[in-house]
């Protein structure tokens, strides 16, 4: 079991920075696969970035590649979504995820473990 908490949302301007973090408690955190997803009002879960267990294979959805960037520090057991040039669209609640394996995916109902998310809003 691992317990994981978002943190870092809040309110930015279109083009500014924003960087989330994950931090995770229970299980060893390097044991999983962890996965950012995205949630609009009125929309579904959307997929946003992934990394492997190993720290060598990452994923991004078109819509963030070149802008975002995921990256973990097992050391501290945290994930971190390194949000640059965020667009308006952009805006949603974002929740971190762990999926047991090596490997990452796409797919939500892949993950295992879910936090409550962060708010991101982005104005024009």
């Known amino acids: 079991q691992v317990q994981l908490v978002e943190s870092g949302g809040g309110l930015v301007q279109a083009g500014d920075s924003l960087r989330l973090s994950c931090a995770a408690s229970?299980?060893?955190?390097?044991?999983?696969?962890m996965g950012w997803f995205r949630q609009a009002p009125g929309k579904e879960r959307e997929f946003v970035a992934a990394?492997?267990?190993?720290?060598?294979?990452?994923g991004y959805a078109d819509s963030v590649k070149g802008r975002f960037t995921i990256y973990r520090d097992n050391a501290k057991n945290t994930v971190y979504l390194q949000m640059n040039k965020p667009r308006p669209e952009s805006t949603a609640v974002y929740s971190c995820?762990?999926?047991?394996?090596?490997?990452?995916?796409?797919?939500?109902?892949?993950?295992?473990?879910w936090g409550r998310g962060t708010q991101v809003t982005v104005t024009s």
């Open positions: 990394m492997d267990r190993s720290d060598r294979l990452t």
């Open positions: 229970g299980r060893t955190f390097s044991v999983y696969a």
């Open positions: 995820a762990a999926k047991r394996g090596l490997r990452y995916n796409s797919t939500s109902f892949e993950y295992n473990y």
